[in-house]
């Protein structure tokens, strides 16, 4: 499966923006997808993942409350509603798939996408 992340942008602080992942190459029924973050001179971080059988979710603790994560299995695509941007969730968004549950963890995701920049500045 081929992923790609978008809409990423430039966002005042207390802002909104809904990153979509699309997936290509097969259905999204089953998969777990992850949604990571890498600020720079910073590892990348998990924010938030769903597992699509089921609708199961995880939030980080940094983004809990503000951030919502959804599921359209029906055109395999993947959600990340982002509110309440601050200037410290500017970085480039990932997302990335496995087969098997929903994980914090970069090892567990076999399938990555390119990123898209997300910048929160006044």
């Known amino acids: 499966v081929q992923l790609q992340a978008s809409g990423g942008g430039l966002v005042r602080p207390g802002g909104s923006l809904k990153l979509s992942c699309t997936a290509s190459?097969?259905?999204?029924?089953?998969?777990?997808i992850g949604w990571f973050r890498q600020a720079p001179g910073k590892e990348r971080e998990a924010m938030s993942c769903?597992?699509?059988?089921?609708?199961?979710?995880y939030y980080s603790d940094s983004v809990k409350g503000r951030f919502i994560i959804s599921r359209d299995n029906a055109n395999d695509m993947v959600y990340l509603q982002m509110n309440t941007l601050q200037p410290e969730d500017a970085a480039v968004y990932y997302c990335?798939?496995?087969?098997?549950?929903?994980?914090?963890?970069?090892?567990?995701?076999?399938?990555w996408g390119q990123g898209t920049q997300v910048t929160v500045s006044s």
């Open positions: 190459g097969g259905p999204l029924d089953y998969y777990a």
């Open positions: 990335a798939a496995n087969q098997e549950f929903i994980s914090a963890r970069q090892a567990d995701y076999e399938y």
């Open positions: 769903i597992f699509t059988g089921d609708g199961s979710t």
